[in-house]
């Protein structure tokens, strides 16, 4: 299985998540939000493909990484190579976090209905920051996301108590 790319993966990131990240750029997005941070990623056509068990055997190598992020591009345009990627990084131990532009109740609907790979993605999905980025409610002191609509969405809670649980991130300190 292949997935197309718009960047090849960074390893050494703080910011897309909590602890050390590995990112995983995907290519193609329908948002075009406007002010996106990724203009880049929005063709369908551009980066390049790259097979997925390649992907996970660079992620398999990385010792000190948290987990892992898939952002974009918009990932649940290929919702199945993502999928795979995440359910291995899953068995690695790693968590998964995932940026897109869909809100989270529509996900959940067209799961149900018309895409089923949404649904499998999910599974392996700890946190998703849901919805588009609006230039109008952009604040640059919002942790893990870039305006102030958009949500950081524990998906397992969210899945079990089917509503939209927010994540709640736990510090060295907490209990």
Known sequence: MKIRLAAPITTGSIVDGPGLRAVIWTQGCPHHCKGCHNPQTHSFEGGSEVE??????KISGLKLHKGITISGG????????????AKHVKAMGMDVWIYTGYIFEDIIKK???ARPEW????NYCD????GPFIEQKKNLLLKFRGSENQ??????????????VLYVEKNFFSD
């Open 119 to 122: 649904k499998q993605l999910l």
């Open 74 to 85: 918009e990932p649940l345009e290929q919702a199945a190579a993502c999928g795979e990627i």
């Open 111 to 113: 799961c149900e209905v």
């Open 52 to 57: 997925v068990r390649d992907i996970i055997l």
């Open 127 to 130: 946190v998703m920051v849901d």
């Open 151 to 164: 949500r950081l969405i524990d998906v397992r809670k969210s899945l079990e108590e089917g509503k939209v």
